[in-house]
């Protein structure tokens, strides 16, 4: 039986042209995006706007019509939770962060941006239902209440950036002194012909993170901080959209509608999140027929480090630039 040595000749870059084409792509996306955003976001707030104003005359006709009235609500609120969750918004910085710079499956990351969705859409019926429908308050308090769920969520950001940080610390410095005890040691290994590297080949060498490492990555603790991060704050159109079903009598509209924009909202952030990970899945595949050096995983840790510092210095600044609605304040960029 022939056999190869385990050190293959480096292959030239062109073996690397696909990801070549997606980093000029996605380069000249961001580029159109950078400079058309003005234009884009002042059209999106218009649609929006318009869809509200759709959503409250069709929550006016709910009462006489509720099954067609019903439906088309539904509609708009979906649509509108689309393009709401295209702006600007504190919640995509946390999720494309965390995916960039960590390791996780597909499947994890839809499930955290449906979760987050969920919170967010469930936070906002809760604090409604809560504020106006059982202690009968008055609507400044229940902003009030909502400003201080925004500053908490800004809060579990700066959380969930200090908890990567010191997970990534650890790693590279495990990484760090693993190098060093086994620098200048060199193992050769004897593998069939035609060998296929896979994750789990057996050839003793790690080629993309095994399901023990993606699971480490994305245990119940960093889920909670990533999910409870993105979706403590409430919607703001999700919100309105509640008021005004309680004033008129039909809140159990403005319940479906609130929970149609969170469905809306996890559409687009998922798709952002795919993009994310369809990026990682084809670098994995382009080098899954190397092995991972030294020099890799401390980089890769160091990427995860980066990303945690960028996150607590995000939730820093937006909580404290946080300025309560009612006072007059400015929302921060962030805000969604």
């Known amino acids: 039986m022939s056999v190869n040595s385990l050190p293959t000749p480096a292959r030239g870059w062109r073996q690397f042209w696909p990801l070549y084409l997606l980093i000029a792509a996605l380069l000249a996306c961001a580029l159109l995006v950078w400079q058309y955003?003005?234009?884009?976001?002042?059209?999106?707030?218009?649609?929006?706007?318009?869809l509200h104003q759709q959503m409250t005359g069709l929550l006016q006709q709910v009462a006489s019509h509720p099954h067609r009235a019903g439906l088309t609500l539904m509609g708009f609120s979906?649509?509108?939770?689309?393009?709401?969750?295209?702006?600007?918004?504190?919640?995509?910085?946390?999720?494309?962060?965390?995916?960039?710079?960590?390791?996780?499956r597909v499947k994890t990351s839809l499930q955290l941006t449906l979760m987050a969705a969920v919170v967010q859409g469930g936070v906002?019926?809760?604090?409604?239902?809560?504020?106006?429908?059982?202690?009968?308050?008055?609507?400044?308090?229940?902003?009030?209440?909502?400003?201080?769920?925004?500053?908490?969520?800004?809060?579990?950001?700066?959380g969930l950036g200090l908890w990567l940080c010191w997970r990534a610390g650890r790693r590279l410095l495990l990484t760090l002194r693993a190098a060093g005890k086994g620098r200048g040691m060199t193992i050769q290994r004897i593998l069939p012909a035609g060998h296929q590297h896979s994750e789990s080949c057996g050839c003793g060498h790690q080629h993309v993170p095994d399901s023990a490492q993606l699971a480490a990555?994305?245990?119940?603790?960093?889920?909670?901080?990533?999910?409870?991060?993105?979706?403590?704050?409430?919607?703001?159109?999700?919100?309105?959209?509640?008021?005004?079903?309680?004033?008129?009598?039909?809140?159990?509209?403005?319940?479906?509608?609130?929970?149609?924009?969170?469905?809306?909202?996890?559409?687009?952030?998922?798709?952002?999140?795919?993009?994310?990970?369809?990026?990682?899945?084809?670098?994995?595949?382009?080098?899954?027929?190397?092995?991972?050096?030294?020099?890799?995983?401390?980089?890769?840790?160091?990427?995860?480090?980066?990303?945690?510092?960028?996150?607590?210095?995000?939730?820093?600044?937006?909580?404290?630039?946080?300025?309560?609605?009612?006072?007059?304040?400015?929302?921060?960029?962030?805000?969604?």
């Not at 689309?82 to 965390?98: C, S």
């Not at 429908?133 to 579990?156: A, I």
């Not at 998922?270 to 050096?293: E, H, K, N, T």
Request: hydrophobic share 55%; glycine share 8%; net charge positive.
């Open 78 to 104: 979906l649509l509108y939770g689309i393009l709401h969750a295209l702006g600007p918004g504190h919640g995509k910085v946390v999720i494309a962060t965390f995916l960039a710079t960590h390791p996780t």
């Open 37 to 50: 955003w003005p234009q884009i976001l002042l059209q999106s707030v218009l649609w929006q706007k318009n």
């Open 124 to 158: 906002a019926i809760a604090l409604v239902t809560v504020m106006l429908v059982v202690l009968k308050l008055s609507s400044r308090q229940m902003h009030l209440s909502s400003y201080w769920l925004e500053k908490s969520s800004y809060l579990l950001v700066a």
């Open 217 to 336: 990555v994305v245990g119940w603790k960093t889920k909670s901080l990533v999910v409870l991060s993105m979706g403590m704050r409430p919607c703001s159109g999700a919100i309105m959209m509640l008021l005004f079903s309680k004033v008129i009598g039909v809140y159990g509209w403005g319940v479906l509608s609130a929970i149609a924009m969170a469905l809306g909202t996890a559409l687009t952030v998922s798709g952002m999140a795919l993009l994310v990970q369809i990026s990682r899945i084809l670098a994995l595949r382009l080098s899954r027929d190397r092995p991972v050096a030294e020099w890799q995983k401390v980089a890769l840790n160091c990427l995860a480090l980066s990303g945690g510092i960028l996150l607590l210095a995000a939730g820093i600044v937006l909580w404290l630039s946080a300025q309560p609605a009612i006072s007059g304040g400015i929302r921060p960029l962030f805000a969604r």
